[in-house]
Protein backbone atom coordinates (compact mmCIF):
# COMPACT_ATOMS: atom_id res chain seq x y z
CA UNK A 1 0.00 0.00 0.00
CA UNK A 2 2.98 2.23 0.81
CA UNK A 3 3.63 5.02 -1.78
CA UNK A 4 6.78 6.81 -3.33
CA UNK A 5 7.79 9.79 -1.40
CA UNK A 6 7.10 12.89 -2.09
CA UNK A 7 9.41 14.24 -4.89
CA UNK A 8 9.43 18.43 -5.59
CA UNK A 9 11.18 17.58 -8.92
CA UNK A 10 9.08 14.65 -10.15
CA UNK A 11 5.42 15.64 -9.45
CA UNK A 12 3.76 19.76 -10.02
CA UNK A 13 2.14 21.03 -7.50
CA UNK A 14 -1.10 19.71 -8.36
CA UNK A 15 -0.27 15.77 -8.72
CA UNK A 16 1.64 16.31 -5.25
CA UNK A 17 -1.38 18.11 -3.72
CA UNK A 18 -3.14 15.03 -4.96
CA UNK A 19 -0.80 12.43 -3.68
CA UNK A 20 -0.29 13.70 -0.27
CA UNK A 21 -4.95 13.35 -0.28
CA UNK A 22 -4.05 10.00 -1.44
CA UNK A 23 -1.57 9.09 1.62
CA UNK A 24 -3.88 10.60 4.31
CA UNK A 25 -6.96 8.39 2.81
CA UNK A 26 -4.37 5.31 3.01
CA UNK A 27 -3.42 6.21 6.45
CA UNK A 28 -6.87 6.30 8.10
CA UNK A 29 -7.46 2.88 6.22
CA UNK A 30 -4.45 1.52 7.72
CA UNK A 31 -5.30 2.78 10.93
CA UNK A 32 -8.74 1.40 11.17
CA UNK A 33 -7.32 -2.30 10.33
CA UNK A 34 -7.92 -5.24 12.51
CA UNK A 35 -4.79 -6.96 11.86
CA UNK A 36 -2.13 -4.89 12.77
CA UNK A 37 -0.35 -6.12 16.67
CA UNK A 38 3.17 -5.50 16.39
CA UNK A 39 2.60 -2.00 18.43
CA UNK A 40 5.18 -2.06 21.16
CA UNK A 41 2.15 -2.71 23.64
CA UNK A 42 1.77 -6.05 25.41
CA UNK A 43 -1.37 -7.74 24.80
CA UNK A 44 -3.01 -6.46 27.46
CA UNK A 45 -2.36 -2.94 26.50
CA UNK A 46 -3.38 -2.87 22.91
CA UNK A 47 -6.21 -0.70 22.13
CA UNK A 48 -8.75 -1.85 19.07
CA UNK A 49 -7.81 -0.25 15.84
CA UNK A 50 -7.24 3.22 15.85
CA UNK A 51 -11.09 4.41 15.28
CA UNK A 52 -14.30 5.91 16.59
CA UNK A 53 -15.45 9.96 15.84
CA UNK A 54 -12.68 11.80 17.06
CA UNK A 55 -9.87 10.21 14.75
CA UNK A 56 -12.13 10.11 12.02
CA UNK A 57 -12.38 13.25 11.88
CA UNK A 58 -8.74 14.24 12.56
CA UNK A 59 -8.42 12.00 9.75
CA UNK A 60 -10.85 13.77 7.33
CA UNK A 61 -9.65 17.43 8.24
CA UNK A 62 -5.46 16.50 7.16
CA UNK A 63 -7.07 15.06 4.01
CA UNK A 64 -9.14 18.52 3.32
CA UNK A 65 -5.89 20.58 4.92
CA UNK A 66 -2.66 19.13 4.15
CA UNK A 67 -2.67 19.09 0.54
CA UNK A 68 -4.04 22.74 0.59
CA UNK A 69 -1.02 23.60 2.77
CA UNK A 70 1.67 21.60 0.49
CA UNK A 71 0.45 23.41 -2.08
CA UNK A 72 1.11 26.96 -0.43
CA UNK A 73 4.15 25.69 0.36
CA UNK A 74 5.28 24.68 -3.04
CA UNK A 75 3.93 28.10 -5.11
CA UNK A 76 6.75 29.38 -2.94
CA UNK A 77 8.91 28.89 -6.01
CA UNK A 78 7.02 30.98 -8.21
CA UNK A 79 8.45 33.92 -5.77
CA UNK A 80 11.93 33.18 -6.05
CA UNK A 81 13.36 36.58 -7.36
CA UNK A 82 10.63 38.67 -6.26
CA UNK A 83 9.60 41.16 -4.01
CA UNK A 84 11.58 40.43 -0.55
CA UNK A 85 12.42 37.22 1.02
CA UNK A 86 10.49 38.54 3.95
CA UNK A 87 7.76 39.81 2.48
CA UNK A 88 7.23 36.39 0.86
CA UNK A 89 7.57 34.17 3.63
CA UNK A 90 5.17 36.26 6.35
CA UNK A 91 2.06 34.91 4.69
CA UNK A 92 3.79 31.55 4.70
CA UNK A 93 4.39 31.49 8.78
CA UNK A 94 0.92 33.25 8.96
CA UNK A 95 -0.89 30.13 7.33
CA UNK A 96 1.57 27.80 8.81
CA UNK A 97 -0.08 29.14 12.07
CA UNK A 98 -3.37 28.79 10.64
CA UNK A 99 -3.20 25.08 9.50
CA UNK A 100 -1.35 24.04 12.61
CA UNK A 101 -3.73 25.44 15.32
CA UNK A 102 -6.70 23.66 12.94
CA UNK A 103 -5.00 20.65 12.51
CA UNK A 104 -3.85 20.46 16.80
CA UNK A 105 -7.47 21.50 17.71
CA UNK A 106 -8.80 18.06 16.13
CA UNK A 107 -5.50 16.00 16.65
CA UNK A 108 -5.85 16.30 21.01
CA UNK A 109 -9.42 14.36 21.44
CA UNK A 110 -8.09 11.68 18.74
CA UNK A 111 -4.76 10.69 20.71
CA UNK A 112 -6.13 9.80 23.59
CA UNK A 113 -4.75 6.87 24.19
CA UNK A 114 -0.74 5.60 23.25
CA UNK A 115 -2.33 2.76 20.87
CA UNK A 116 -3.82 5.43 18.71
CA UNK A 117 -0.52 7.32 19.07
CA UNK A 118 1.46 4.53 17.91
CA UNK A 119 -0.69 3.54 15.30
CA UNK A 120 -0.69 7.08 13.82
CA UNK A 121 3.12 6.54 13.97
CA UNK A 122 3.37 3.26 12.06
CA UNK A 123 0.76 4.70 9.51
CA UNK A 124 2.93 7.82 9.04
CA UNK A 125 6.21 5.06 8.18
CA UNK A 126 3.34 2.99 6.08
CA UNK A 127 2.45 5.98 3.90
CA UNK A 128 6.17 7.91 3.91
CA UNK A 129 3.88 10.62 4.78
CA UNK A 130 5.82 12.30 7.24
CA UNK A 131 6.91 15.84 8.28
CA UNK A 132 9.70 16.13 5.77
CA UNK A 133 7.09 17.21 3.08
CA UNK A 134 6.58 20.22 4.59
CA UNK A 135 10.36 21.06 4.95
CA UNK A 136 11.80 20.03 1.04
CA UNK A 137 9.07 22.81 -0.32
CA UNK A 138 10.17 25.88 2.06
CA UNK A 139 14.06 24.69 2.26
CA UNK A 140 13.82 24.67 -1.95
CA UNK A 141 12.75 27.70 -2.05
CA UNK A 142 15.25 29.14 0.41
CA UNK A 143 18.21 26.95 -1.78
CA UNK A 144 16.86 29.41 -4.65
CA UNK A 145 16.61 32.44 -3.23
CA UNK A 146 20.05 31.30 -1.54
CA UNK A 147 21.55 30.87 -5.09
CA UNK A 148 20.61 34.48 -5.95
CA UNK A 149 22.16 36.38 -3.18
CA UNK A 150 18.73 37.34 -1.80
CA UNK A 151 19.41 35.01 1.42
CA UNK A 152 22.88 35.16 3.20
CA UNK A 153 25.25 32.49 2.24
CA UNK A 154 25.77 31.46 5.79
CA UNK A 155 22.26 30.24 6.67
CA UNK A 156 21.29 26.56 5.99
CA UNK A 157 17.84 26.40 4.11
CA UNK A 158 16.83 23.01 5.74
CA UNK A 159 17.46 23.90 9.24
CA UNK A 160 15.69 27.13 8.36
CA UNK A 161 12.90 26.01 6.89
CA UNK A 162 12.36 23.55 10.04
CA UNK A 163 13.13 26.19 12.30
CA UNK A 164 10.08 28.21 10.80
CA UNK A 165 7.75 25.36 10.64
CA UNK A 166 8.72 24.71 14.47
CA UNK A 167 7.70 28.44 15.51
CA UNK A 168 4.55 28.15 13.64
CA UNK A 169 3.63 25.33 15.28
CA UNK A 170 4.76 26.54 19.00
CA UNK A 171 2.31 29.33 18.36
CA UNK A 172 -0.71 27.38 17.08
CA UNK A 173 0.15 24.77 20.68
CA UNK A 174 0.49 27.47 23.14
CA UNK A 175 -2.55 29.34 21.66
CA UNK A 176 -4.99 25.86 22.13
CA UNK A 177 -3.62 25.43 25.50
CA UNK A 178 -3.09 28.96 27.09
CA UNK A 179 -5.81 31.00 24.75
CA UNK A 180 -5.01 34.13 22.64
CA UNK A 181 -4.96 36.40 25.40
CA UNK A 182 -1.17 34.89 26.78
CA UNK A 183 0.23 34.86 23.32
CA UNK A 184 1.18 37.31 20.56
CA UNK A 185 -1.33 37.78 17.64
CA UNK A 186 -0.84 35.60 14.89
CA UNK A 187 -0.01 38.38 12.34
CA UNK A 188 2.77 39.34 15.18
CA UNK A 189 4.39 35.70 15.98
CA UNK A 190 4.50 35.60 12.18
CA UNK A 191 6.12 38.94 11.68
CA UNK A 192 8.56 37.69 14.78
CA UNK A 193 9.37 34.53 13.51
CA UNK A 194 10.20 35.26 9.94
CA UNK A 195 12.29 38.50 11.53
CA UNK A 196 14.31 36.44 14.15
CA UNK A 197 15.48 33.79 11.00
CA UNK A 198 17.57 36.60 9.80
CA UNK A 199 17.69 35.62 6.76
CA UNK A 200 18.34 37.92 4.17
CA UNK A 201 21.96 39.87 3.30
CA UNK A 202 21.40 42.72 5.37
CA UNK A 203 20.12 41.12 8.41
CA UNK A 204 22.84 38.54 8.95
Not at 116 to 137: Q, Y
Amino acid sequence: MATPQLDPDQLDPYRKAQDARRRVLEMSVFMKRQDGHDDGFPPGLRGPAASGPAVDLFLALLQDRLPVWLKILDDLMHLVGKGTVTDNLLPIARAGIDYYAEVQSAALPAFTSPSVTVRFREAMKDTRLDPVSEVVPLAAYLEAEQRRGRVAAGVDPSASARLLLAGCFRHAYYELFVGTGFVPSRDDSAEEIIRELRLEPHAA
